[in-house]
């Protein structure tokens, strides 16, 4: 919800507190048309969803799974070119020695 919505709101929710109950009807049906028009709930406004610190570390499961991964895509390099080793040498071996020609 931006600053301006939400400061809206919090003015028309301080009509509730008002002693003449059309006041208070008129106040309720107000906030109900904001919520509406802003496509929230009052569970969205009442419990926002939780931020994460900008700076905080990332949970211990979350370091071990990036630990793994990194582990393994260093692993799957070292396979990738150790195949690619093996391919060179094997290209450079035939350019050197050239197949026979079939000349039927």
Sequence with gaps: MRANDAAKLARV??????EHDGERASA?????RLMHRLGLTWQ???MPKATPEPHA???PDMLRAAESRLRQCQRENDDL????????RRMEARIQRPEPWDED
Excluded: I, M
């Design 57 to 59: 570390p990332p949970p």
């Design 81 to 88: 070119r150790r195949q690619l080793s093996t391919l060179r």
């Design 13 to 18: 929710l301080a009509l509730l507190g008002s």
């Design 28 to 32: 309720a049906l107000a906030a109900h």
């Design 44 to 46: 969205d406004v009442l």
